[in-house]
């Protein structure tokens, strides 16, 4: 305890820690903190589904018919039609076979990759006909992996290596060196921290060429990218072509859990296998109703993703001019570049004082001097929120020096 306190007095007098502002409304695209109103631009809730009106409403038919929850693991007493209907739905979405879903977005990657990716009989117990050793297995990540990847491959007892964030000579020169390993190369759909786009044709070709598995980790994608919005692999036209389509429903979907797409060999595997599928409760059936009629109106109309991405152009287009280093930003998660750790804090409270949160990312979560005020754009975003965004922005650049 005494390492523990050491280390929180270091982080409270060196002001490393994070700013947790307590909300008590949702009234999206603001908030509400402290009884004050405050334009939100770092939410996830990309579509402003979480509270839509059919959303709700399917939520609390579902209350009334199941209660909250499942209270049991799938394999127990959980496994509710209502979780299979969503699982059809969702691999209907994502044009693959079959499809599974997860508590949350981190417990799908904590469960599936070293389900995947380690023996499943280590110890000879079972004495199942298999070869593979875990020695012989190999897990290939970007090195921007979101951290769920990277605790995902940790887990399990492979050998890792990362390659330079999207570098596919990198990745080419790893495929070639390990050759004769199984191997699965793992990428963020959208990168969170930068909102750039993973080359997915070039893995898969790679992949293909060396006989390598591809999973990509879709949770910002999923909902946004493609002409209907079925995410990274519709966008690049290799639908149907990902080996293991992963997925979240806490982001554009508006809900919680998370979900791997693929094959039905894949989906019945992951279910005998992966420890976050059997070893815990359900999706509440609550969110599992929302999550359906989420994706409903999803695919029955595009008014909602047409308009995140005006509302994109108009906030990247205002920055941009204004002399903001958004990078290579290429989807709706817009980071601004301060730097110094400190500035970006100090000028993230300034948004806050002036009616905008957003928060500072900062080093471990982003490398060092690389700090970064992360902004997203909602569907229900109004052109006179974003100019008055715009606004602040611009008063906080020139107080800090930015631009």
């Known amino acids: 305890m005494e390492f523990i306190r050491n280390v929180l007095n270091y982080v409270e007098a060196n002001d490393l820690y994070p700013d947790i502002r307590t909300v008590e409304d949702v009234p999206y695209p603001s908030l509400i903190i402290g009884g004050k109103e405050y334009l939100c631009f770092c939410s996830n809730n990309y579509l402003g589904l979480s509270i839509h009106p059919?959303?709700?409403?399917?939520?609390?038919?579902a209350i009334k018919r199941y209660g909250i929850g499942t209270c049991e693991s799938r394999l127990v007493a959980g496994?509710?039609?209502?979780?299979?209907?969503?699982e059809r739905e969702l691999a209907k979405f994502k044009n693959q076979p079959s499809a599974v879903t997860f508590i949350t977005g981190f417990m799908t990657n904590l469960g599936v990759i070293p389900a995947i990716m380690d023996s499943p009989d280590p110890y000879g117990i079972y004495n199942l006909p298999v070869s593979i050793k875990d020695e012989d297995?190999?897990?290939?990540?970007?090195?921007?992996?979101?951290?769920?990847?990277?605790?995902?491959?940790?887990?399990?007892?492979?050998?890792?290596?990362?390659?330079?964030?999207?570098?596919?000579?990198?990745?080419e020169k790893i495929l070639k060196r390990?050759?004769?390993?199984?191997?699965?190369?793992?990428?963020?759909?959208?990168?969170?921290?930068?909102?750039?786009?993973?080359?997915l044709p070039d893995i898969v070709k790679l992949a293909r060429t060396y006989n390598a598995m591809v999973m990509v980790d879709d949770a910002h994608g999923t909902g946004v990218l493609g002409k209907n919005g079925k995410g990274t692999a519709e966008y690049f036209g290799l639908e149907g072509q990902i080996d293991i389509e992963m997925g979240t429903l806490s982001k554009a979907v508006?809900?919680?859990?998370?979900?791997?797409?693929?094959?039905e060999s894949l989906i019945k595997y992951l279910k005998l296998r992966a420890s976050s599928y059997i070893y815990t409760s359900a999706i509440p059936p609550e969110q599992a109703c929302g999550i359906i009629a989420?994706?409903?109106?999803?695919?029955?109309?595009?008014?909602?993703?047409?308009?995140?991405?005006?509302?994109?152009?108009?906030?990247?287009?205002?920055?941009?001019?204004?002399?903001?280093?958004?990078?290579?930003?290429?989807?709706?998660?817009?980071?601004?570049i301060i730097g110094s750790e400190q500035k970006c804090v100090d000028a993230s409270r300034y948004l806050f004082e002036n009616g905008i949160l957003t928060p500072a990312i900062k080093y471990p979560v982003v490398k060092k001097n690389e700090s970064r005020i992360r902004l997203t754009a909602i569907a229900t975003h109004t052109d006179a929120q974003i100019d008055r965004a715009l606004e602040v922005f611009f008063q906080m650049g020139k107080k800090f020096g930015i631009i």
């Open 54 to 61: 059919q959303v709700k409403e399917a939520a609390i038919a």
């Open 254 to 263: 508006g809900a919680i859990g998370g979900f791997v797409a693929g094959s």
């Open 178 to 199: 390990y050759k004769d390993k199984r191997k699965l190369i793992i990428t963020d759909g959208v990168f969170s921290m930068d909102g750039d786009i993973a080359p």
């Open 137 to 171: 297995n190999l897990i290939i990540n970007d090195f921007l992996n979101h951290q769920s990847i990277r605790e995902g491959s940790m887990v399990s007892r492979s050998n890792i290596k990362s390659y330079i964030h999207k570098d596919m000579n990198h990745l």
């Open 294 to 336: 989420a994706l409903k109106i999803m695919q029955e109309s595009s008014a909602l993703r047409e308009a995140l991405w005006k509302n994109v152009r108009r906030l990247k287009e205002g920055l941009s001019s204004m002399g903001f280093n958004i990078i290579h930003s290429e989807t709706q998660i817009i980071p601004i």
């Open 79 to 86: 496994n509710l039609s209502v979780l299979e209907e969503l």
